[in-house]
């Protein structure tokens, strides 16, 4: 029997038995329908084929690492299926996971190492791939400088962050500051957000009574947690209130779905707290003890009154108060801010915003509330951040300090620039792991000028994507189950390697142990293994790969339990309190408090509006596809083949545009084309795309010109454009 999920029928009122069905479809779950209640399961185990054998793994397609039972059969898998006793993930696997055979013998996968020539690409051994690039980055370090290089990763399943230690390992022993990659248009601005507000925190959804979802869709982005812990805290009565401009399936089964202009939460945020504050909903108590600058919110939020929220935010000014009211008044509650709101040039501020509602309301390390993080044992060093090589600093250190400051690398959305200015100093060579940012990164036509210019561009991946086809040397990366792999979260494991590379495939981390041999840093690389590293990074807590190895379910890392941990050590800010005032970021240069700021403004002021009257709210997720992965497999790519333009039918009429019409959509930066699906509850004046699609790349619409001034995150979720039908 398939495990089953039981979804209150209440939860799908006001929607047909199939609208309903085809949501949680859209979501990647398979349903079957009972007579009192709706039941959404996942597929479980397939009968493998005789002969096979069988393989406990687990998925390395994104981070949610569910379990997996390979099937293999002369070295080759033949079929993958959801390990049903997995602890964590209870039997589910997505789409994209079931999909694992397909995507390791795809027909366009590159299994050998190519240079190219002229516009052409020739094969070369992996010697001479190595040697050709040691020689130039030895070169130009000579000329240049080693800042000349900038190492960037992405999301792609060649990439591991504990082979990321070892990429910004080799980053500093060469001497570059320059480490980037995917963590700057996601993630390190709500980081950075916390750092500067509450600390780190994270949604205890299993014992809140009220759960607000904060431009989030867990449904697609997160469905292990979505299943399992947010459907169920629904179904037992805990209210459900979503902050999305779009519809989608975790909005249609909300208690309150608020629909806000994009990048108008920051306003909408400070609303409700002066609704709350107004309403002396606040825990006065708490405030007092733990918090910093209450009196100067209040007067900030003051300005924020629901009728003027209103104004900006298109939420009827009753709404805004009834989510306040339902929030503040349904103890315990905790927030989930999702990537939408760090992907505006406002996001850090609307973050923080966002994360002091729940200071506001002393839902903060208790019992159903946002728990803090507790202290672990920490792990040695793999990458070496105090390296002396390191005197330059990064391209961007000064213009986003914080953020170097926080995370010590420097933000990818300024290396277009940064090549083509030759400012703060030359940059010539560029190598990406399991990355493409010509579809991911903001602005693709300002990335594609920028790498022509490059002496040296390298790319490790499965197949040549967009941003493959500019490199000068490809390398075939290995897949998840082609290598070992070592996972560090409350659980400490090791998911070895299953079959052979195939091909000419290496490991990342192959790559940089075989670099730094050939470029002279044997005493900073001195592993002869993988599992050598691994073994003195697990040094500390006396764990070791061979453990790991004999102990597939690894061993507990877990953080020191219990609530109101901050009562004893304080909050992780720099004033070891709650920053409603934020001092740290006064001293920076920053407004100390969370005001909103119009991320069109500097749009109106230049009388664009008139020409791009839509805002286009883009990078929603599609179930079948990892940002710009898979879309090359044909059994995903046959259940969402179109990149779809989502337009509202008041929007649609205007324009003369119907259901399944082909429309250019164009901003001041250039133009795509795609198909229109109207969809009803979308906000009037609101357009969204979802991003990834190589033939209708959102990105040759965004901008790289204002980003965050504190985070530097890009406007991927809010840009004005235009819409005309072909």
Known sequence: MNPRIIVPEEMAKGYTRREF??????????????????????????????????????????????????????DRVIAVAPWPEDPDTKGFMCDMGLATVELLYAPDRILNPKKRVGTAWTDITWDEAMDSIARKLIELKKDLGPQSLICHYGVSQVRSMFFRYLQRRFCNVYGTPNFTGCGSQCAVATMLARKYSTGPISPDYENAKCIVLWGCNPSVSAPLGWVHRILPAKGRGAKLICIDPRPNLTTKVADIHLRPRPGSDGALALSMMQVIVNDHLYEEDFIEKHCVGFSELKALVDGYKPEVAENI????????????????????????????????????????????????????????GALMEGDKTPLVDLELKAHSKVVSTGISSNTYPLFWESRKM???????????????????????????????GPNAAHQRRAYKQLDLMVVMDLFMTETAKMADIFLPAASFLERDNLKVRDRIYMTPKVIPERGEAWPEWKFWFELAKRMGYTREFPWATLDEAIDEHLSPIQVTSSHLRQNF?????????????????????????????????????????????????????KGLNARYPLIMTSGARIPYYFHSQFRNLPSLRAKFPDPLLEINPSDASALGIREGDTVNVISPRGGIRAKATIIQALKVGTVAMSHGWAEANINELTDDAFLDPISGFPEYRGFMCRVEKV
């Open 553 to 605: 379910h690894g061993v507990d890392y877990q953080a020191r339990s219990g609530y109101k941990k901050y009562e004893k050590d304080g909050f992780r800010t720099h004033s070891r309190k709650i920053e409603f005032y934020s001092q740290a970021l006064a001293d920076a240069g920053y407004d100390p408090l969370p005001r909103y700021v119009d991320p069109y403004k500097v749009f109106a002021e």
């Open 410 to 440: 420097v933000t990818a959305n300024v290396i277009p620039e940064a090549i083509l200015s030759g400012k703060p100093y030359p940059i010539k060579s560029l190598i990406v792991v399991g990355g493409n940012p010509v579809v991911t």
């Open 21 to 74: 069905l085809k949501l949680l479809e859209r979501a990647g779950i398979s349903v079957t329908v009972g007579t009192t209640v709706f039941l959404a399961g996942c597929k479980r185990k397939v009968n493998p084929l005789a002969g096979a054998r069988e393989v406990i793994t687990r998925c390395g397609i994104c981070s949610a690492d569910c379990g997996m039972n390979a099937y293999i059969k002369n």
């Open 313 to 368: 935010t298109g939420i009827p000014a009753e709404d805004i108060r009834k989510a306040a009211r339902t929030y503040a008044t349904h103890s315990p509650a905790c927030i989930e801010p999702g990537s939408a709101l760090e992907l505006h040039i406002n996001g850090v501020q609307t973050i923080r915003a966002v994360m002091l509602l729940q200071a506001l309301t002393g839902n903060i390390d208790v019992k159903g």
